[in-house]
């Protein structure tokens, strides 16, 4: 029967894999019963088991079909698909009734499968093609589609869908997923998918047609193809580039402010929309136009307000590509991700830069600043500071916050100044006091960046805090303010942000609510979707690590791709209840200036077409059109440049008679009846040059043509029109060897390259023949023995053309066009010029030298690259002093009004780095070194999208020939707080030292200058070495100047300086002299395992951290410094030393924060051959503390705080918006 025949399919395609079971069908119908090949071999009797389970339903057209309906785009249509049964009868495979979809019948295969080998129980859902192949012989019938399966649950954030595309065919009729649910989910009574028995599946299906299949291809995104946001919802997501999902969801956020969008749209750019159509109506339809080449950069402004438009007007999702580029940023910016709220502080202070002098110059602080008061009052005298500063955003703790308000009072806690922190009041001294913060104002849209991302000093990296923290729709912030009047100041959920992922990278999306009503939205890229309030807010708390287990979900017990708790709000957008109306009213159309209304619209007429263009590429060919008015224009090597040229694009099926007509009414200088087509082609010597005339029937199709092969010209068919003229032969009475020869002219006075003119000659033609005709035609006032030929052979090469050749007897004859010592063709380019300049320095070979190897190089000023920079073609075997002079010419040509003359011999060039800026070291200067060697270093570790051949410069205040028998060190000074780097010119000699210290000495007021200094070798932190001022040590002083090792160190008065104290003297000092000797300081701090070891050494013996413990790991750091001290001073004496000098280095604040430690809190230690040992016995003297021994130096142990910063510096860039 029927039914068991279906029942029959039914158990064969639960135990085969799908080819083998259309494969056993297949043999069933054509009456062939040989046994399925299957890999697992399954007993008789579970088929029949499964067969009499199944007999009291109906596997086929089982349960009923709502749909299909079609809500939004015209082409997606959705289908509920009630299945009953699926607990009560324990269903193995069930198919839905037949429904139809874009004139193609569809139904859904559902299986139940269990898996003997590892007893997973699943549900697959396939999408089947079948109801179509039944009711059509066509074996060539496809349909591409893409389709989602979803299974719904009463909670929407529980429902489980996939979507995929698939190109059905006789051969691949279903398809689907073999996992849509894990069975244990789907059957869980309290799961949410089986009410009353009953199982809902969503099926949503769109047809491609095959214009929108080319543009799939290009943009495989299914959910994108499958729902329609704008119809959907009413809004347009934004395109991600690579990495800019952050600024996507900054830009939804405050594109849903209509209070910014006004102000933005007010900003003045009408100078900037003076667009004209690129396609005019009277202009020919085949006509390419190229975009025109503007290089002034569009304003952030102008770029903002069309992102703004179109997320308003458009129907699809919306690129930010002229946005960023009017940053400023380039690819490799679009693919580096940042942090949102970083983002938000610098687009807001740029628009707020930009919008002053405008009618909207106050329009960014109105929305966005509030006022913040921090107070120190004094507790026992009448003395109180108090300074107001603005905010536009506040970083609020997670940590130890359990929610908002908590971390808003913790924001605002008091805290008492005393003890040793205590506060330095003017007039006062030190006095107990109270220090605070209250807020004066806060502004009617207020973002809340939660400072989610910390550093952590044990794991030495930065981490992402998931805690739990929660925030409500609505919130009183009078508790926080300055003066309470007892009136609310209630506030308004608007915007959630959320980072999903962890430090090393993620994924950002926001849920935004526009008028603070109940509907919820979700901005994910290109995906707008409604959502729910449990959705944006309860979903996005965060939550403890031990709360749910690792990769389960907040809202349930399912495993999600990503775990719930990585996915947590970052940024948290309020609005003022009682400035809703006013900052969020709803723009009108009169919001929106005319002049960008009409340049936004003439932009996406232009992109329609742009796109229409590219789908139908295919069936089109480009033709690059040269005429003998672009020939008269070009003055390079080879025919022309064929990106400046006519560009046509027509379809391949266009005739021969078509062409040439829509080449007269594209051409104004082609207009005659009669004219000639030569086909060009690419030769092996990286020319093109033109091969034969086009000979065909006006009827031939243009892809049938010789040389119009789109395949053999990737960047387009290149084509010569030649204009015939009177007495010009026809193309049909040409011989086959006929060459179509081109002269140029070289005037060496001029210092120009010209076409001239070409001509036909005939395979016998002799070149002296040639170029006498030549010059009959083309230069009729110079004589044939007053020019000297070259043939054009390559871009950089021309060979002189000799008018008389020996044959092969030893005679002399003329040479004929076709002869092989020549081997001139059609094509060949003949160049003309005066033979007296033959073999000078304006032989036109050397021109064509320059031409080969000119390169446009940016010169940027190594200090103010933006301001100062020019553009120039500079030959690349120039060298290093050739370049530096034509540099200084291009400054004087600006410079002779005012300012120094740059000199050429004063200054030294810099590469440009992958990182896009200029190396921290200059290019060194050789004897042999080329421009081109500096370019191909800049760009040997290019990433994608930095810009290449850029040279910086720096001018300098010495010259070249002072290095002969000087040499410049560069030095860092290290003395009473004032640390810069400076360079000086000294003798290479023993006086290097001294007039070293000398130039250090200049740097300070003479009354705050050290006592002593002196010239150090240090690395990481330690002083290696002290040069003495009686040794020649200059090339080891250059080495260490290069590698940034070189510092001056100073010792004031207050840490034991003596005046005239020997610059050597920590190899020779005498420990009992009067002078003392120098003993070395540095910064240091110890790793996490041996803190840990120390402070359990102090809490169990209560003695010094050195006992019965391991040595301890350190790491010094920072700048080290000297202090001068005598045997018969004290431990007590050196620690005072010690910090007095660490205070003028550091220059601590008073009012520092109290959790710091202080410089006197910090603990010394001392560093020798024995172990290192804390100095904590203030009474002994030095001697008796071993601290007189030569090898040992002291150490102060506290934390680097900078460490971690440091090293970010270097790895991640900060996010800059620079023009």
Known sequence: TRQGL??????????????????????????????????????????????????????????TLEGPVCKGHPDIFTVIWKVPGVVRHNISKVNSPTFEISNVKWNVLLQLKEEHEDRINRLGAFLDY?????????????????????????DPLQSESRALFHSFTRESADWGFRELIKKDFLLDPNGGFVTNDTLTIKITVRVLREIELREYNMRKQTEVWLHDPKTDTGFVGLKNQGATCYMNSLLQSLYHVPALQRAVYRMPTEKETSVKRQRSASQHPAIITRPENNNAQESVALA??????????????VGTKSLTKSFGWDALDAFTQHDVQELDRVLCDNLEEKMKGTPVENEVPRLFRGKLKNFVKCVNVNFSSERIEDFYDLSLNVRGCKNLKESLEKYVEKENLDGDNKYMADGHGLQDAVKGCTFSSFPPVLHLHLKRFEYDPLRDANVKINDRFEFDETIDLAPYMEESTGVPEIYQLHSVLVHSGDVHGGHYYAYIRPDCSDKWFKFNDENVKSSTRDEAMEANFGCDDDSVPSGQSLMGQRNRIVPRHFSNAYMIVYVKQEAVSDVLRPLDTHDIPTHLRDRFKIEEEEEELRRKDKLEAHLKMTLKVATWNHLLQYHDSDLHDWQNVLMLQVNKTMTFDQLKKTIRETTADVQAEDLRIWACCKRKNETVRTQEPTRASGDTQLQELRGF???????????????????????????EKDALIFF??????????????????????????????????????????????????????????????????????????????VELQSGDIIVMQPASVTGTSKCVKDHYDYLYNKVLVSFRARATPEKESFEMYMHQNFQYSQVCEKIAEKINEVRVAAGPLADGKKMQLIRHSHKDGPYS?????????????????????????????????????????????????????????????HEVLVSKGATAVTETLDNARANFPQKEAPAELFLCHVRQGKILRCFGDDEDNHEELMRLSGNAQLVVIGISAKAGGVAGGYPGGYDVAEPHSCKGWLLKVTHFEMDAKSMRERNNAQANTNQSSQSNQSTPSVRHYGNPLYVRVTAQETVADLKRKVREALEEQCKKSKDAESNEPTISEWAMYLFSNTPMEELIDDEKNLDDAKVTDMDCHVGVEHPDK??????????????????
């Open 6 to 63: 279906g029942l029959y399919e039914c158990s064969l395609q639960c135990v085969l894999a799908p080819a083998q079971y259309r494969k056993v069908m297949a043999n069933q119908r054509n009456g062939c019963h040989e046994p399925p090949e299957s890999e697992e071999n399954v007993p008789q009797d579970a088929t029949m088991q499964d067969t009499e389970e199944h007999e009291e339903i109906n596997t086929e057209n089982h349960g």
């Open 130 to 154: 079948g109801p179509t192949i039944h009711n059509n012989d066509n074996p060539e019938m496809k349909v591409e589609a893409v389709f989602e399966l979803e299974a719904e649950n009463k």
């Open 304 to 317: 903002l307000q069309r992102v703004f438009y179109h997320l308003q007007h458009a129907s699809k999702s």
């Open 709 to 735: 092969s789109p395949n053999n010209n990737s960047d387009g068919v290149k084509i010569y029109v030649e204009h015939l003229q009177p007495g010009d032969k026809p193309t049909d009475t040409l011989e």
């Open 744 to 821: 140029k002219y070289w005037n060496p006075e001029e210092q120009s390259l010209k076409h001239i003119g070409h001509h036909i000659f005939k395979p016998t033609t002799r070149v002296r023949a040639m170029v006498e005709e030549a010059c009959s035609r083309f230069l009729p006032d110079m004589q044939l023995n007053e020019i000297d030929a070259f043939e054009e052979l390559k871009p950089d090469k021309v060979e002189n053309l000799m008018y008389i050749v020996a044959d092969d007897r030893g005679n002399e004859r003329d040479a004929q066009l076709q002869d092989k010592q």
């Open 921 to 981: 070291l200059p290019a060194e200067r050789k004897a042999d070194w080329q421009l081109r060697d500096l370019l191909n270093m800049s760009n040997m570790s290019y990433g994608y999208g930095v810009e290449k051949n850029i040279v910086y410069y720096e001018e300098l205040w010495y010259s070249v020939e002072d290095l002969e028998t000087q040499m410049i060190l560069r030095y860092k000074i290290i003395c009473g707080g004032k640390i810069g780097s």
């Open 1202 to 1219: 900078y460490r971690y910063a440091t090293t970010m510096r270097t790895v991640e860039k900060s996010i800059k918006i620079s023009r």
